[in-house]
């Protein structure tokens, strides 16, 4: 994956509005130019220092990387930026105010040390999340997808996994997989799902679409359950007994349940998301394990997953081809 930055389509006009704010602009300059007693505009005869202040402030506004507000967790700085404009009005409403530049200035830096906050947290942001997990399709595949769909890049550091179990006490819970990022470590791999979901906007707001893509999570981790049950079902032959229940009764089962969600349509919902991908990271793990026959029962769920496979970066992941952790052996 490219270390280019990619705006969530939603958050376009922001940003196209964003690049462009005239309001600062012009909130400095009703500053800098004040109406007097008769109501016309002139310069102020010389400079004061509140003048002087704003005008820089303005300037360091003018420098700001517009790129700052293509973060996509940040369209708030939308509602920040119209600041200026309630700032103007209530400039020129209280014009006679001789206090009037101090209450600029105070609204300035209260607006500016926000933005300073935010660039840091950008920058966070933008900085790669570290998963830490062996270099397996396993527990930590589907929380990569999400970020392959949203176009996001990270790092994966199996290196320090394969110190096992030298990590061990430094983590939350003591296992593997985790994600550092931000100065934070994320553990439990259903939470790094929905955690990178958040970073990639494939979390929904709506709180229905949000339950049906928890409840798919949930139906996904169920089947990845049964995996690792048939995985470590016993000897050889108990194992081969198990991944063909698997593949001929339990799987087909819980297939069943998510084309009846998904009722024909080309997504879940309206628009893709986490759900979506999380059913694509099944399906593809229930096919690198050479358990996927089933799926010419589920022509809509064929047909989801060639869909999904289109977004983001997701078809790198999968062109990849890393070493699956589940294989039912069978033919
Ligand atoms: N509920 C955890 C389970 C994590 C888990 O079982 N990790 C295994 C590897 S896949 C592990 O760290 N095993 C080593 C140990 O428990 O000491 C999750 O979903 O992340």
Redesign the pocket.
């Known amino acids: 994956m490219g270390e280019k930055e990619v705006p969530h389509p939603h958050d376009a006009t922001a940003i196209g509005l964003l690049k462009i704010n005239p309001l600062p602009i012009i909130s400095s300059f009703q500053s800098i130019f004040v109406p007097n007693k008769k109501n016309k505009l002139v310069s102020q005869t010389s400079i004061d220092k509140p003048s002087s202040i704003i005008t820089f402030f303005f300037i360091l506004k003018l420098f700001t990387p517009s790129n700052l507000y293509s973060n996509p967790l940040h369209p708030p700085l939308l509602t920040l930026n119209k600041i200026p404009l309630y700032l103007s009005v209530f400039t020129i409403h209280f014009n006679c105010f001789i206090a009037k530049d101090v209450i600029v200035i105070i609204f300035l830096f209260i607006i500016y040390s926000k933005d300073i906050k935010d660039y840091k947290l950008y920058n966070n942001i933008m900085s790669k999340p570290r998963f830490v997990?062996?270099k397996l399709n396993?527990?930590a595949q589907m929380s990569m997808l999400m970020l392959h769909a949203g176009n996001i890049d990270y790092i994966w550091d199996s290196d320090s996994a394969n110190t096992?179990?030298a990590l061990?006490n430094e983590?939350p819970?003591?296992?593997?997989?985790?994600i550092y990022h931000d100065n934070l470590i994320v553990?439990?791999?259903?939470?790094?799902t929905r955690y990178c979901a958040e970073l990639c906007k494939l979390s929904p707001s709506d709180p229905h679409e949000s339950l049906l893509a928890n409840m798919l999570i949930e139906h996904c981790?169920d089947i990845f359950n049964l995996f690792a049950k048939a995985k470590y079902a016993g000897d050889e032959e108990d194992q081969t007994k198990a991944w063909l229940d698997v593949r001929d009764n339990k799987l087909p089962e819980k297939l069943e349940y998510l084309s009846r969600l998904l009722k024909g349509k080309t997504f879940f919902s309206d628009n893709h998301h986490m759900g979506d991908i999380a059913v694509f990271s099944t399906v593809y793990m229930a096919n690198q394990a050479g358990l996927t026959d089933c799926l010419v029962l589920f022509p809509d769920l064929k047909r989801h997953y060639d869909k999904v496979f289109e977004i983001g970066d997701i078809k790198s992941f999968v062109d990849a081809n890393h070493k699956p952790?589940f294989t039912s052996g069978l033919k």
Do not use: E
């Not at 819970?173 to 985790?178: A, E, H, I, K, S």
């Not at 553990?187 to 790094?192: K, Y």
């Open positions: 997990y062996w396993a527990r096992w179990p061990k983590l819970f003591g296992q593997l997989p985790v553990a439990q791999s259903n939470v790094m981790d952790y």
